[in-house]
């Protein structure tokens, strides 16, 4: 019963979508099990470049069946959206299967999102404003309306009108925003259910068929560790699970599953919105990292903020995902600097933290302690073997390793699929 999960192991955008992609050839089933269309996640096959919020990455492949799982959180038209762009790229989307008990994005969510930010003012956490924190605020306070509800639009309207009568009272008291028509969502609505209602079903069930027929089912994991609602740099976090254990809930199948839990890795950090960071580099090494790494927001086309690999995310990262191997991403974009830095623990008042700090004023404070490495200052995007590598590469990537304390199973060295190291030390020996 092989299940493959794969996990950020920093604040997203580490390269999930490559490297789903590039897996998904060898898979039966792949499996979004977090998040909403806050999530971009890029793929290149040949020179084509699809950027996908809500659908797996692994879409791409006919044989491949796409599942959105109970744990996200779903803006019907953004899918729509994303279903037809694929079948404009002449992709069918036939194998798509969303499961009936994900949550569904509402418009009051997209505003309130918004309104909630621009009352945080300077404490804002930055959010891409999709909606996602008010939609699963409501998941968890039981007033949520879930994708199931789209087959039957007599209890779309009743749900949706207890809803609005608490969220129209809120949006035009408290944030002087205009109510909204339940007539007109329900009409909205009701066209997005013509067109989703051939994909919804009970994907646990889909999922555990998969599995109990011995088939390869990979479930990709949005945003990172560190954006994770318990276990990341709460409250600058996301609203779901991204870690490992969040595919369990996520996709509605248990741990015994998991046969390997997959971490990406960044061969430097980067993030998006607001929140600690501790190797940040708001300088030219890091406007360096984005100019060449081309970080810019997949979902908000915000600047992403740059900074030196840190050890001590790493460590948190293989801890709190149990990862069994790592995947590091984008070292090509480390080749222009002649020196490189990684992070190896926190200082704070004369005490130094290798284990990631348990009070987030540390991490607002700490000074990073770096160690020093040679960079190699060649073009690796066309290397094909790791041990064609420079020897200062294989040194930094090792040390990462070592860092991680899990195999490494491949490099990436640029955007493309071909752009792939597999290394001698592969853990993913199934594949
Ligand atoms: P995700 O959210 O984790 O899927 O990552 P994103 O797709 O948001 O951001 C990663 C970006 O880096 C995308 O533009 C990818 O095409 C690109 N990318 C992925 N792997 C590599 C790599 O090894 N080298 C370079 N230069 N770019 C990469
Ligand atoms: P992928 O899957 C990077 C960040 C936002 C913000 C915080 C909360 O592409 O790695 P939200 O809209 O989720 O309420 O915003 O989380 N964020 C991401 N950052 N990559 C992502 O997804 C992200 N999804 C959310 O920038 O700081
Ligand atoms: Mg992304």
Request: hydrophobic share 35%; with cysteine; aromatic share 8%.
């Amino acid at each position: 019963m092989p299940g493959f999960v794969l996990v950020g192991t920093q604040w997203g955008d580490e390269g999930k979508g490559k490297i789903t992609d590039l897996l998904a050839d060898k898979m039966d089933m792949v499996v979004r099990y977090n998040g909403g269309d806050n999530a971009g996640h890029t793929v290149m096959p040949g020179n084509k470049e699809f950027k996908f919020h809500l659908l797996p990455s692994g879409v791409l492949y006919p044989h491949v069946t796409a599942v959105i799982a109970n744990g996200l959180v779903v803006n019907p038209k953004v899918l729509i959206g994303e279903i037809e762009g694929l079948e404009k790229a002449g992709i069918s989307a036939e194998k798509l299967r969303v499961s009936c008990n994900a949550h569904l994005v509402m418009p009051y969510h997209l505003m309130l999102d918004g309104a909630y930010e621009m009352h945080l003012g300077k404490s804002k956490i930055g959010t891409t404003r999709k909606g996602i924190g008010p939609a699963y605020s409501d998941k968890a306070a039981r007033i949520g309306i879930r994708v199931q509800d789209l087959l039957d639009m007599k209890i779309f309207r009743t749900k949706l009108g207890e809803a609005l009568k608490i969220k129209n009272a809120i949006m035009s008291t408290i944030y002087n925003l205009d109510p909204l028509d339940l007539d007109e969502v329900v009409s909205e609505y009701s066209e997005y259910a013509k067109k989703l209602e051939k994909y919804i079903t009970d994907t646990s069930l889909l999922i555990h068929d998969f599995l109990d027929k011995g088939k390869n089912v990979f479930l990709e994991g949005a945003q990172g560790t560190f954006l994770d609602i318990d276990h990341g740099t709460y409250p600058f976090v996301t609203s779901s699970s991204p870690i490992s254990g969040g595919a369990c809930t996520g996709a509605g199948v248990g741990p015994r599953h998991l046969e390997e839990v997959i971490g990406v890795v960044k061969a430097y950090v980067t993030r998006v919105g607001s929140g600690p960071f501790p190797t940040e580099q708001d300088n030219e090494n890091g406007e360096a990292m984005r100019q060449v790494g081309k970080e810019i927001g997949t979902t908000t086309g915000r600047p992403r903020r740059c900074g030196w690999f840190d050890a001590v995310l790493m460590r948190y990262a293989t801890r709190i995902n149990g990862l069994t191997s790592i995947i590091i991403t984008k070292l090509d974009v480390l080749s222009q600097f002649e020196k490189l830095k990684i992070c190896t623990g926190y200082k704070y008042k004369e005490e130094i933290f290798q284990q990631f700090p348990p009070h987030q004023t540390i991490i607002h404070k700490c000074e990073p302690v770096y160690e020093e490495l040679r960079g190699w200052q060649e073009d690796i995007t066309g290397s094909e073997k790791y041990k064609d590598l420079p020897l200062a590469v294989r040194e930094y990537v090792e040390k990462i390793q070592k860092i991680a304390k899990v195999p490494m199973a491949m490099i990436s060295v640029g955007p493309k699929r071909d752009q792939t190291i597999l290394c001698t030390d592969v853990a993913l020996g199934k594949l």
